[in-house]
């Protein structure tokens, strides 16, 4: 019989019925340091602001497709202390803060599955 593992519980996201996270939200403005105020909503601040939104949003959205593509791939990781690593992608939780990964080769043995947390990680890459 093979040995049970626990389920991993990760972050919820937003409120499905909702538009997002409310730009004046604690969580939000420690997440998203912005430039400008979110109260700037007229003016060359609201301007700058939508500019800055837009830029963020774009950056998101091309991370994202990033991240889709590497799923069932081999990826190598360059992590803090001159560790290079190799496994499959498999995902990542909402935040983005963790990725989950297969066969994850390391310089002392091989990690059936395992958890890499993204602040240990300098650089990733994958042949497309």
Request: net charge positive; charged share 25%; hydrophobic share 40%.
């Amino acid at each position: 019989m093979k040995t049970p593992v626990s389920v991993l519980r990760l972050p919820r996201g937003p409120d499905p019925s909702g538009r997002g996270f409310d730009p004046s939200s604690p969580r939000y403005i420690a997440l998203c340091n912005t430039s400008v105020s979110p109260s700037a909503d007229s003016g060359t601040g609201g301007v700058r602001l939508q500019e800055e939104q837009r830029a963020r949003a774009a950056a998101r959205e091309a991370f994202l497709r990033c991240l889709i593509s590497m799923t069932n791939k081999k990826v190598q990781f360059q992590m803090y202390e001159k560790a290079a690593v190799e496994a499959t992608f498999g995902a990542s939780d909402i935040d983005v803060l963790n990725f989950q990964v297969s066969d994850l080769q390391t310089p002392i043995g091989v990690q059936k599955e395992a958890l890499l947390r993204c602040r240990d990680v300098i650089s990733f890459s994958f042949s497309l």
